[in-house]
T-cell receptor, first 114, second 111 residues
Framework: NAGVTQTPKFQVLKTGQSMTLQCAQD?????MYWYRQDPGMGLRLIYY???????DKGEVPNGYNVSRLNKREFSLRLESAAPSQTSVYFC?????????????FGDGTRLSIL | QQPVQSPQAVILREGEDAVINCSSS?????VHWYRQKHGEAPVFLMI?????EQKGHDKISASFNEKKQQSSLYLTASQLSYSGTYFC????????????FGKGTLLTVNP
């Protein structure tokens, strides 16, 4: 049982390049999330999808777009990468969106932008 | 509104106890606790709902004080495996259930 799978695990980009981070979950969860983690900042929500067909902005959405491709997959796109987007990106999922729902995280994508 | 965690870091010897606090200036609906080991994904520990409940998970337990809008995570008789960064996440009442994480508390347990 893989849980939440993120690809790639590592990536180096040049400023201005575009990139799509992939996330897939096999737990039949309805809700999915993208976070970024920077040293000393904790996890900050970029975008989330409460259910298939819906997406919504989180705390730090600027410079990113998302697509909920189907119930299993939720991708994050950087259209024109900037050094400030160097971070570790985590995808997570939960059965439903709600205050009582634990989130299950993938192993992360470590992204460096030069 | 990002919750405030304290302390930022704590160093223990195996067998000692620790308390990590998580405070909010807004009314909370629930508090989540996660642990993250270096280079790994955060792992869910427990959720506490408003109503002042307490929960336990082996030697790790937590409480939620609704009056103070504060949650505390208690680690008793710490083991080397408890080392990692502990994050609280809060859900505000009427917030569309978005989880907001604190900056984390780095716990180091030494032999």
């Amino acid at each position: 049982n893989a849980g939440v799978t993120q690809t790639p695990k590592f990536q180096v980009l040049k400023t201005g390049q575009s990139m799509t981070l992939q996330c897939a979950q096999d737990m039949n969860h309805n809700s999915m999330y993208w976070y970024r983690q920077d040293p000393g900042m904790g996890l900050r929500l970029i975008y989330y999808s409460a259910s298939e067909g819906t997406t919504d902005k989180g705390e730090v959405p600027n410079g990113y777009n998302v697509s909920r491709l189907n119930k299993r997959e939720f991708s994050l796109r950087l259209e024109s990468a900037a050094p400030s987007q160097t971070s570790v990106y985590f995808c997570a999922s939960s059965e439903l969106q709600g205050a009582r729902q634990p989130q299950h995280f993938g192993d992360g994508t470590r992204l460096s932008i030069l | 509104q990002q919750p405030v965690q304290s302390p930022q870091a704590v160093i223990l010897r195996e067998g000692e106890d620790a308390v990590i606090n998580c405070s909010s200036s807004k009314a909370l609906y629930s508090v989540h606790w996660y642990r993250q080991k270096h280079g790994e994904a955060p792992v869910f520990l427990m959720i506490l709902l408003k109503g002042g409940e307490q929960k336990g998970h082996d030697k790790i337990s937590a409480s939620f004080n609704e009056k103070k809008q504060q949650s505390s995570l208690y680690l008793t008789a710490s083991q080397l495996s408890y080392s990692g960064t502990y994050f609280c996440g809060t859900v505000l009442g009427g917030s569309n259930y978005k989880l907001t994480f604190g900056k984390g508390t780095l716990l180091t347990v030494n032999p």
